[in-house]
């Protein structure tokens, strides 16, 4: 019983990887099967920022006028 509960998590890890990384195209078709299956895979919090949705807000620019900052990291020093 455990061997066919693991195979059937294995088959649906399979089937969820292939949908992921299945072309924009291919899913459009699917989604005429049914709708859940067109729609593009997500972390789905695209309220975030994490610019991972195509709804996620853009990046503020910044204000005209404005200074970059640049870290500078220096390497440690040598024991020569």
Known sequence: ?????????????????????LPAGLRSRLGRLHEALGRAPGCNACQSTCAG???AAPAAAPPPGAKRIVPIHSAPPSDD
């Open 53 to 55: 949705c195509d709804r």
């Open 1 to 21: 019983m455990q061997a066919w509960i693991v195979g059937l998590v294995v088959v649906l890890a399979a089937a969820y990887a292939i949908w992921y990384w």
